[in-house]
């Protein structure tokens, strides 16, 4: 699990057990407000390894690892469990229901993807009307949700309910030096506080926030958050890798992550300025321990730290993610390399931090 680096910490690699963990998580179904199957994978994994495990009305596992030193740094590192897709609205005709997004989705890249509905993952497929039996002016039109039905055939009728999940059905895959798979926003950060959940650091009260309801405004963290009320606070997430080439061949400058690089230390996006004490702490641990490490991009997107900073007194906070081609449709691409990397950078800036981090001016 481990290897030496520049440092005297030794920090933990990826290796076929957490390929395994990942693989589970990835295919797991479990929709905002519906994270029952990767919370029983959470509580499974850590099982015997903290000091206090709680789950919240919200379902949020809030899980307690104490230090071994006097007054330590108490702090919150999150990541949420639930992922996009859809809900059940009306059922149609035999096997044939409407449905509602959960979470951002381009409609537009729906039509054709197969799906799992209900707990027993149901098969189905996402129809619309093909291509050459559309009106002249319908191919250029934007696709409306209404116009697209989940269909599990006439076998499915009675077997799934308004108010039932759904979710892309993609199963994980490990493929040279790529991960791919659905739900790897935020299966990557889940695995990863799981690691650090079994290896935590002596130095310090580790809180660590597996979240529900990110993917439809941060709901979670934000409970969460207040609860833990902690000196500090990491999140950990996927954000996009926008690196394709340009049609014209000109030097992509909005690329908002690329991978390959390492992990993306946020600076600000939509809902979060970073705390910069945290943002230097981190590039000053990657640089001495020769761990790579990018900028995200300022923009759009957010992650739990939206949340999570502005509760009680205020809380700082940064994210840190694995950076992943193609987020929010039915696959996602990462790479094992960036995954490991925004491990390490994690556990070795935990392993080591202290008060004085924020004794310093902002």
């Known amino acids: 699990m481990k290897q030496n680096q520049k440092s005297s910490i030794e ?7 957490q390929i395994v963990l990942l693989e589970r998580l990835s295919n797991a179904v479990a929709l905002s407000g519906n994270e029952g199957e990767v919370r029983a994978i959470v509580l499974e994994s850590i099982k015997g390894y903290a ?5 919240d009305a919200l379902g949020n596992v809030l899980v307690t690892c104490k230090a071994k030193t006097a007054d330590p740094v108490r702090v919150m590192v999150a990541a949420h469990m639930d992922e996009i897709g ?65 269909d599990l055939g006439p076998g499915g009728k009675g077997k799934a309910h308004p108010g039932e999940w759904a979710t892309f059905a993609t199963t994980f895959q490990h493929i040279g030096p790529s991960l791919v798979g659905k739900a790897l926003d935020d299966r990557l950060g889940v695995a990863t506080l799981i690691e650090l959940v079994r290896n935590h650091p002596d130095n310090i009260e580790l809180l660590a926030a597996f979240t529900v309801q990110e993917e439809v405004g941060l709901r979670g963290a934000r409970v969460a958050g207040y609860t833990f009320n902690a000196d500090m606070a990491f999140v950990i997430d996927s954000t996009p890798a926008f690196d394709l080439p340009t049609w014209d061949d000109t030097e992509n400058g909005t690329y908002n992550t690329r991978l390959d690089a390492g992990p993306a230390i946020y600076i ?19 640089e001495e321990n020769g761990i790579p490490y990018q900028f995200r991009q300022p923009g759009g997107g957010g992650t739990d730290a939206g949340a999570i900073h502005k509760v009680r007194a205020g809380i700082p906070s940064v994210s840190i993610s694995v950076p992943g081609r193609y987020a929010h449709t039915a696959c996602m691409i990462a790479r094992t390399a960036d995954w490991e990397n925004t491990l390490k950078l994690v556990y070795a800036a935990l392993n080591r931090i202290s008060p004085q981090v924020l004794s310093v001016e902002r």
């Open 51 to 55: 000091d206090e495990v709680k789950i």
């Open 268 to 286: 600000a996006d939509s809902s979060t300025l970073s705390d910069p004490r945290l943002i230097r702490y981190l590039v000053q641990v990657a």
């Open 86 to 150: 859809f809900m059940l609205v009306d059922e149609d005709s035999d096997g044939l229901f409407s449905f509602a997004l959960v979470g951002g989705i381009d409609t537009r890249q729906l039509p054709g993807k197969m799906v799992w509905v209900g707990k027993q993952h149901l098969p189905g497929v996402i129809g619309a009307r093909p291509i050459h039996l559309q009106e002249k002016d319908e191919s250029t039109r934007t696709m409306s949700l209404s116009s697209l039905k989940i």
């Open 11 to 17: 920090l933990p690699v990826i290796g076929p057990d």
